[in-house]
């Protein structure tokens, strides 16, 4: 899965975290935003409640089930900054890249 079909997969099913502004940056590959206030995914690098830092391959790794997030969390693959509360709903996010 590279990082333009996680952007339309995202794109397609309307992800976002209702009233929330999440950020998923994925370093040098890119950033997806997810605004529940507008109801919009983009790829803005804007001011966010929580901000996922996590490479690419590992994001993919999660999506695809092949990675615990909260191992990868543990681990310090996957780093939170902001909101933890808005992190712990993204459990649904990784559901619908898998669906």
């Known amino acids: 899965m590279t990082y333009d079909e996680i952007l339309n997969r995202f ?21 997806i935003f997810l605004d529940g206030g507008a109801g919009s995914v983009s790829t803005e690098d804007a001011a966010a409640d929580t901000t996922i830092k996590v490479k690419l391959e590992d994001f993919v ?30 459990q649904g996010v990784m559901a619908k890249l898998r669906g």
């Not at 089930?65 to 709903?89: H, I, S």
């Open 11 to 31: 794109q397609s099913a309307s992800v976002t975290v209702p009233g929330k502004k999440v950020k998923f940056d994925f370093g040098d590959v890119g950033k």
């Open 61 to 90: 790794a999660m999506a695809q089930g092949a990675l615990d997030p909260t191992a990868a969390f543990m681990q310090g693959k996957l780093r939170v900054e902001g909101d933890m509360g808005v992190a712990m709903q993204l």
